[in-house]
């Protein structure tokens, strides 16, 4: 059972690049979660997703894209990348039900030069 | 809007010492209380939650947490440190019912513990 993985693990980009992290997950929970984590701000929601086709804003959304064609799958992109993206990013999902907790993964750290 | 607030971003405990981890939240209904736990380079794993009438919940690795509502707190607590205890810990809150939260999570700042010899 691989859970919920993401990739690259690892990523340095250009400033005004566009990047893409993946998420994926073999749970077919309902909702995904994409967060970001720096010193200081503890993990910020950038975007969730409650079912294919469906996504919402998070606390942090600006200069971030999703999509979710299908269920396993949760790709976060950003369109043109600047240096106060720079962080660690983290995807989450959770079963469909406000008591089931989230499942993390291991998180991808993007550096922007 | 919930919120939440741990106390202290550094814990330091000797080996074998107590561990409190604090948390106090903020919302009109009590919500479903997490703690997750991250180790260097890792994701966030969640070490107990609280999600019923049982208002002390013991987790994984010792931890334990207790609901009190009238303190509106949700103290993370291990008898004993242990050297492999060493990480961040994260309380967080997801509200009860639905409208536009959507089960998300609200995150405190984190607490770093450290567990000296």
């Known amino acids: 059972d691989a859970g919920i993985t993401q990739s690259p693990r690892y990523k340095i980009t250009e400033t005004g690049r566009q990047v893409t992290l993946m998420c994926h997950q073999t749970?077919?929970?309902?909702?995904m979660f994409w967060y970001r984590q720096d010193l200081g701000h503890g993990l910020r929601l950038i975007y969730y997703?409650?079912?294919?086709?469906?996504?919402d804003k998070g606390e942090v959304p600006d200069g971030y894209v999703v999509s979710r064609s299908k269920t396993e799958n949760f790709p976060l992109t950003l369109e043109s990348a600047t240096r106060s993206q720079t962080s660690v990013y983290f995807c989450a999902s959770r079963k469909q039900g406000m008591k089931y907790e989230q499942y993390f993964g291991p998180g991808t750290r993007l550096t922007v030069t | 809007a919930q919120s939440v607030t741990q106390l202290g971003s550094h814990v330091s405990v000797s080996e074998g010492a107590l561990v409190l981890l604090r948390c106090n939240y903020s919302s009109s209904v009590p919500p479903y209380l997490f703690w997750y736990v991250q180790y260097p380079n890792q994701g966030l794993q969640l070490l107990l939650k609280y999600t019923s009438a049982a208002t002390l919940v013991k987790g994984i690795n010792g931890f334990e947490a207790e609901f009190k509502k009238s303190e509106t707190s949700f103290h993370l607590t291990k008898p004993s440190a242990h050297m492999s205890d060493a990480a961040e810990y994260f309380c967080?809150?997801?509200?009860?019912?639905?409208?536009?939260?959507?089960?998300?999570?609200?995150f405190g700042q984190g607490t770093i513990l450290t567990v000296h010899p």
């Open positions: 749970w077919s929970h309902s909702y």
């Open positions: 967080a809150v997801s509200p009860r019912a639905g409208g536009t939260s959507y089960g998300k999570l609200t």
């Open positions: 997703s409650a079912a294919a086709d469906i996504t």
